[in-house]
Antibody
Framework: EVQLVESGGDLVKPGGSLRLSCAVSGFTFSSYSMNWVRQAPGKGLEWVASISSSSNYIYYADSVKGRFTISRDNAKNSLSLQMNSLRAEDTAVYYC????????????WGQGTLVTVSS | QSALTQPASVSGSPGQSITLSCTGTRSDVGGYNYVSWYQQHPGKAPKLMIYDVNKRPSGISNRFSGSKSGNTASLTISGLQAEDEADYYCSSYTRSSTLVFGGGTKLTVL
């Protein structure tokens, strides 16, 4: 059974940092691109970042470029999102999602972890 | 990276058919057959309903179908059921090798 489990969400002050993790199981992690997608309270989905299976290709949404870093450890079946210089508008539930390439769709999602940026 | 345009809300009665639209540009929806649709119930993670414009994943009812014309993709739900009431999001691959979602449509089953 495919499972994606996010962790690391917390309350953090503006300007602070936080690292999210996504532990996966049930499939060959090293064969898939992975993504982070977020959803602000009461709002729609927003794509955040993607990383290819071997980390050769990494892309970010303009809203997080230069502040967030996506990474993966294929040996540990783990995906991460390092978030720096956090802003109130980064408050959201963050989902990790498995991507099928090249068609760019997400066939499995985690349950999400809540990040709240507030003083 | 502008969001794709979706109507904020759509409603229909049980048994009816409804169509949700998703409008982008030649740089995303119009340029690739990589449009997908997701259903999201309150408090739940999104669920893939359609990929590659018109393909259904295993286990998804054939009441759900997708299509595309130019820069606009559509999701049609036939034989509406109460359980279809949810938020629906379209997504597309873009020319910048990124992905973009629509703002979402809230479907109400009357």
């Amino acid at each position: 059974e495919v499972q994606l489990v996010e962790s690391g969400g917390d309350l953090v002050k503006p300007g602070g940092s936080l690292r999210l993790s996504c532990a996966v199981s049930g499939f060959t992690f090293s064969s898939y691109s992975m993504n982070w997608v977020r959803q602000a309270p009461g709002k729609g989905l927003e794509w955040v970042a993607s990383i290819s299976s071997s980390s050769n290709y990494i892309y970010y949404a303009d809203s997080v470029k230069g502040r967030f870093t996506i990474s993966r450890d294929n040996a540990k079946n783990s995906l991460s999102l390092q978030m720096n210089s956090l802003r109130a508008e980064d408050t959201a539930v963050y989902y990790c999602a498995r991507e099928v390439v090249p068609q760019a769709y997400f066939d499995y999602w985690g349950q999400g972890t809540l990040v709240t940026v507030s003083s | 990276q502008s969001a794709l345009t979706q109507p904020a809300s759509v409603s229909g009665s049980p048994g009816q058919s409804i169509t949700l639209s998703c409008t982008g540009t030649r740089s995303d929806v119009g340029g690739y057959n990589y449009v997908s649709w997701y259903q999201q119930h309150p408090g739940k993670a999104p669920k893939l309903m359609i990929y590659d414009v018109n393909k259904r994943p295993s286990g998804i009812s054939n009441r759900f179908s997708g299509s595309k014309s130019g820069n606009t993709a559509s999701l049609t739900i036939s034989g509406l059921q109460a359980e279809d009431e949810a938020d629906y999001y379209c997504s597309s691959y873009t020319r910048s090798s990124t992905l973009v979602f629509g703002g979402g449509t809230k479907l109400t089953v009357l």
